[in-house]
């Protein structure tokens, strides 16, 4: 394997994976919706309701989901605008090109793997 990659490949995989992303967003809105609506139902309170708790649960899982969904979404959308600029695969910390490995993982990846290691509270 040479370290190149071929930006219409990286483009139709980061497209893939947004329609991936895009659907699973909505199958989890609709779900939410469905739980907030199941939870107003329930007009007694959740502690002494233990469907009403389990949808609590459930609600809080959703959301927490969604967020993440959401923040690569965004990842995507830059990494889609990153290969259309020219500037797709160069680490934004060191600026040295990513492994082609790394992008074939990652798609969306923003830094190089030393960069990702040293710094490990950045998502990519
Ligand atoms: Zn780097």
Redesign the pocket.
Do not use: K
């Given at each position: 394997m040479s370290d190149d990659f071929d930006v219409n490949t990286v483009r139709e995989a980061l497209r893939v994976e947004r329609e991936e992303t895009v659907a699973l967003i909505e199958q989890m809105a609709s779900r939410l919706d469905a739980v907030i609506e199941a939870t107003a139902d329930s007009s007694s309170d959740d502690e002494h309701d233990p469907e009403g708790s389990t949808l609590a649960v459930e609600r809080g899982h959703l959301v927490a989901q969604l967020e993440r969904s959401r923040v690569r979404l965004d990842e995507l959308d830059a990494a889609l605008i990153r290969a259309e600029s020219g500037d797709y695969g160069i680490?934004e910390?060191?600026g040295?090109q990513i492994s082609a490995a790394r992008l074939e993982a990652l798609p969306a990846a923003r830094?190089?793997i030393?960069?990702a290691t040293r710094y490990p509270t950045r998502r990519w």
């Amino acid at each position: 394997m040479s370290d190149d990659f071929d930006v219409n490949t990286v483009r139709e995989a980061l497209r893939v994976e947004r329609e991936e992303t895009v659907a699973l967003i909505e199958q989890m809105a609709s779900r939410l919706d469905a739980v907030i609506e199941a939870t107003a139902d329930s007009s007694s309170d959740d502690e002494h309701d233990p469907e009403g708790s389990t949808l609590a649960v459930e609600r809080g899982h959703l959301v927490a989901q969604l967020e993440r969904s959401r923040v690569r979404l965004d990842e995507l959308d830059a990494a889609l605008i990153r290969a259309e600029s020219g500037d797709y695969g160069i680490c934004e910390i060191c600026g040295e090109q990513i492994s082609a490995a790394r992008l074939e993982a990652l798609p969306a990846a923003r830094l190089c793997i030393t960069c990702a290691t040293r710094y490990p509270t950045r998502r990519w």
